[in-house]
C-alpha cells in the first residue's frame, strides 16, 4: 500500500487516480457511479469557478450538501482553488448556518438548490442582508455536484479556460477545513483540519483493519464531522477504492447496497448498525462481504456489537477520541473479541496519552483520569476562539478529553464518565447547556434542565425537565413549534418533556441532575 507523504494533498492523489484509474469508481450511491476521472474534473471545473468569480487564496467557503458525491466534489474544489472549507452539517438550522459563516468570515458558499425545503439563494440573500458578507453563492446539484448556477456581485463572470490553478493548492499542514463541534454557549465551535493530522489518522486505520486497495467502503457518517472525513474523503482516496453513499440513512437501503458492492469496510455510528440489526431484511441479506465495521461516536453496546459480528462474520472495530484530538485509542483486528468489545482499545503509543486529576496532577501511574494528549493527529484548537483553545490544551500542551477513564496494565483504555454536560444521541454530541437555552426561551418557562434519557436505539436521547410560570401549560409539541420558528437546529429539539413544579436543588442551589437522571432511568408519567 502506497503511503501518503506529510505535505502532499488529497487533490494530488485524486489527480493521480484520475490518470492511472479513470473509470474506476470513487463514489457510488444507490442511484449513480462517480469515476475517478470525472470527480476529478468536475471538482477542477468549479475550482475554476470559485477562482473566476475572484474568490482569494485562503478565502473561507461554507459547504451545505447532503452527504452524497456532491459534497465531496465541493470540498476537493474548495481545496483545488486555494481555499478553506467551512462543513455546515445539513441538519443545521438557519441560525447555526448564520453563527458559523459568520464566525468563520466566509466570503462564497456552495449548496444545493433547496436547505431544508427553503429556497436557498432567497436564504443567501437574507443573511447578506443581515451582515454576512457572502458575495458568491455557487449552486451545485446535491447528487453529482455538477454547477447549476452562480449568484452574487460576479455571477456574470465568464470562466476563463486558462485560468490557472497551479500553485493555489495547499499543503498537507495549510488548514483545509473548519467544522463545528458541540459547544456548551448555545452556539458550536469550529475545530480547525490540517490534512497532515487525517493523513496520520489514516495509517492508524490501515493498521488497525489491515485496509487495502482491494477494499470497498461504505460511509454512513455525514462528511464534514471527523467520522464522516476519514471513512469517506481521506482514507478511500488515499487507497484509491470506491465509497459507498447514501444522502439519508435508512437501514433496508444500507442491507441492499452491501449486498449489491459487495462492501468490505462499513463505518456507522452505533445507532446506524443497530437500526440494521434490528431490520427484518437482516435475515435474509447477504453480508458476507463485510470485513470491518468501524463504529464509535458513543459507547458500543456490547450485546448488540457480538450480534451484528456473528451475524455478518465481520469485526467491530472502533476509535476513541474526540473531533479536537483526533485517536486517541484503537481496537483492532488482533485484539480479543473481550478486549474489542469491552473497552476502546489500546491507547496508541504515537499520541502520548497521559492522564490528570482535577487539580490538573500527573496521575497516569494511577490507571485512572482525565486524559490529555500530545500527537499527530491533534487538531489546530478553535478558529478565532483564542479562550476555548486555551481550555482545550493545557499551558504544557496536553490536549485534553472531556472523559474520565481508566488505562489497565496492558494499555486498555476504557471511559467511566464525562467531566461535560453532553448528551451522546446517535453518534453526535449535543450540549444540555445549549439545550436549555433553547427552550428556556421559551416565554412560559423559568427553569429548565436538560439530562440524557437512555434509548435502546440511539444510546440517549433528549430529555428537559422545566418549570413553568404560574397557570401556565405547555407540551411537548408545542415547545418544538416554538423553537421551528426560532429555527433552531433540530438537534436541540427536546424528545421528552416533564413538567415539574419545581425542580429539584443540590446543596449550593444549582439543579440536581443526578436526580432527574434517576427519575428519566425510573421512566413514568410526562408529569412526574
Not at 80 to 102: N, P, Q
Not at 417 to 434: C, L, P, Q, V
Amino acid at each position: 500500500m502506497q503511503e501518503s507523504p506529510v505535505g502532499e494533498s488529497l487533490a494530488r492523489w485524486v489527480q493521480q487516480h484520475a490518470r492511472s484509474a479513470p473509470d474506476a469508481a470513487a463514489y457510488i450511491t444507490a442511484d449513480s457511479r462517480l469515476t475517478w476521472a470525472e470527480y476529478d474534473a468536475r471538482a477542477e471545473s468549479l475550482a475554476r469557478r470559485l477562482v473566476a468569480l475572484g474568490v482569494e487564496l485562503g478565502a473561507r467557503v461554507a459547504v451545505v450538501l447532503p452527504d452524497g458525491p456532491a459534497v465531496h466534489v465541493a470540498f476537493l474544489a474548495i481545496e483545488k482553488a486555494g481555499c478553506v472549507i467551512v462543513g455546515v452539517g445539513a441538519r443545521s438550522g438557519r441560525r447555526e448556518l448564520e453563527h458559523l459563516i459568520g464566525l468563520t468570515g466566509c466570503t462564497a458558499i456552495v449548496s444545493g438548490p433547496e436547505h431544508q425545503g427553503a429556497e436557498m439563494s432567497g436564504l443567501v440573500r437574507e443573511l447578506c442582508d443581515e451582515g454576512l458578507d457572502l458575495r458568491h453563492h455557487l449552486i451545485v446539484d446535491p447528487e453529482s455536484g455538477a454547477l447549476l448556477g452562480t449568484q452574487g456581485s460576479a455571477a456574470d463572470t465568464a470562466l476563463n479556460p486558462d485560468i490557472d490553478l497551479d500553485g493555489r493548492e495547499p499543503g498537507g499542514e495549510f488548514p483545509f477545513l473548519l467544522n463545528s463541534t458541540s459547544g456548551t454557549t448555545g452556539m458550536p465551535k469550529c475545530v480547525i483540519h490540517d490534512q497532515a493530522r487525517w493523513f496520520a489518522f489514516h495509517r492508524f486505520a490501515v493498521e488497525a483493519g489491515g485496509l487495502c486497495e482491494d477494499d470497498v467502503f461504505m460511509s454512513l457518517v455525514p462528511a464534514p464531522f471527523g467520522f464522516g472525513i476519514w471513512t469517506a474523503h481521506v482514507t478511500p482516496t488515499l487507497l484509491g477504492v470506491p465509497t459507498v453513499l447514501m444522502s439519508r440513512f435508512d437501514a433496508d437501503r444500507a442491507l441492499e447496497l452491501i449486498e449489491r458492492h459487495q462492501v468490505t469496510v462499513l463505518a456507522a455510528v452505533s445507532t446506524q448498525f443497530i437500526m440494521m440489526l434490528a431490520s427484518e431484511n437482516m435475515k435474509r441479506s447477504d453480508c458476507s462481504s463485510l470485513r470491518v465495521l468501524f463504529t464509535g461516536g458513543e459507547a458500543v453496546p456490547r450485546d448488540r456489537a457480538e450480534a451484528f459480528e456473528d451475524r455478518t462474520g465481520c469485526k467491530v472495530l472502533q476509535f476513541y477520541g474526540s473531533n479536537e484530538t483526533g485517536a486517541v485509542s484503537r481496537t483492532t483486528l488482533a485484539d480479543p473479541r473481550d478486549k474489542r468489545l469491552g473497552t476502546a482499545g489500546r491507547v496508541i503509543k504515537e499520541m502520548n496519552v497521559r492522564l490528570f486529576d482535577e487539580e490538573g496532577n500527573d496521575v497516569t501511574d494511577s490507571g485512572r483520569g482525565q486524559p490529555g494528549c500530545k500527537g499527530p493527529t491533534l487538531s489546530a484548537g478553535y478558529y478565532k476562539n483564542p479562550q476555548a483553545s486555551a481550555e482545550l490544551v493545557r499551558e504544557d500542551g496536553w490536549m485534553m478529553l472531556g472523559d474520565i477513564v481508566t488505562i489497565d496494565d496492558e494499555g486498555y483504555l476504557n471511559v467511566v464518565g464525562r467531566t461535560d454536560d453532553f448528551i451522546i444521541r446517535g453518534g453526535k454530541n449535543i450540549s444540555s447547556i445549549a439545550v436549555e437555552a433553547q427552550v428556556g426561551s421559551h416565554p412560559d418557562v423559568v427553569h429548565v434542565a436538560v439530562v440524557a434519557m437512555p434509548d435502546p436505539v440511539f444510546g440517549e436521547r433528549v430529555c428537559a425537565f422545566v418549570e413553568l410560570r404560574t397557570g401556565s401549560e405547555l407540551d411537548l409539541e408545542t415547545l418544538r413549534l416554538h423553537l421551528r420558528e426560532k429555527d433552531v437546529s433540530k438537534e436541540y429539539f427536546p424528545e421528552r418533556l416533564v413538567v415539574l413544579d419545581a425542580l429539584p436543588r443540590a446543596a449550593g442551589g444549582k439543579v440536581a441532575k443526578g436526580e432527574l437522571r434517576a427519575r428519566v432511568a425510573q421512566g413514568g408519567p410526562e408529569r412526574l
